[in-house]
T-cell receptor
């Protein structure tokens, strides 16, 4: 699976949009971009995933560049409860047997 | 949504004893589950893939005789840390995918193991 690069930490003011970048320059054509987050001392939580089109759900939006070498996760109105480590993972699509390999992630600190 | 549970949520044991951690998919069947380990201030490290009815597949560097995995049913996988030592103290997390949403993994809440 392709590797990803994320900034180690970011700050965001409460109520503002949080934009978390991820570089995945070696992504291959059949690999999706997944985002998970982990609040302290809890299991990771799925946020969103996409292939090449922008995606949006109730939690966040995912913007993938046209060349697919980078993406941005957007939390439109960050709250204190969004403070967590955010992981960007690229993974081949298809099947419950496909494992997720976590990198170091970005620690997002939402400030009051 | 899909729910994965773990039991116990935390455990303290003496060095040399064995500890069993359970991972259950509560509202779906999972032929495959995954076990991760996470040390403080580090990322999750995949330990093994648990396959229902067959042997687990371990990642490189993970001792299969020390971390015994049993996936006896479609809703339960267990991880047994045998002859635990203080360096095995960690946060152990499992995950699984429901058949109808196989491209999304759901994680359990984790088990905090402390070996004295």
């Amino acid at each position: 699976d392709a590797k990803t690069t994320q900034p180690p930490s970011m700050d965001c003011a409460e109520g503002r949009a949080a934009n978390l970048p991820c570089n995945h320059s070696t992504i291959s054509g059949n690999e999706y971009v997944y985002w998970y987050r982990q609040i302290h001392s809890q299991g990771p939580q799925y946020i969103i995933h996409g292939l090449k089109n922008n995606e949006t759900n109730e939690m966040a939006s995912l913007i993938i560049t046209e060349d697919r070498k980078s993406s941005t996760l957007i939390l439109p109105h960050a709250t204190l409860r969004d403070t967590a480590v955010y992981y960007c993972i690229v993974r081949s699509y298809g099947g419950a047997t496909n494992k997720l390999i976590f990198g170091t992630g970005t620690l997002l600190a939402v400030q009051p | 949504g899909a729910v994965v549970s773990q039991h116990p949520s935390w455990v303290i044991c003496k060095s040399g004893t064995s500890v069993k951690i359970e991972c259950r998919s509560l509202d779906f069947q999972a032929t495959t589950m995954f076990w991760y380990r996470q040390f403080p201030k580090q990322s999750l490290m995949l330990m093994a893939t648990s396959n229902e009815g067959s042997k687990a597949t371990y990642e490189q560097g993970v001792e299969k005789d020390k971390f015994l995995i049993n996936h006896a049913s479609l809703t339960l996988s267990t991880l047994t840390v045998t002859s635990a030592h203080p360096e095995d103290s960690s946060f152990y997390i499992c995950s699984a995918s429901p058949p109808q949403g196989a491209d999304t993994q759901y994680f359990g809440p984790g088990t905090r193991l402390t070996v004295l």
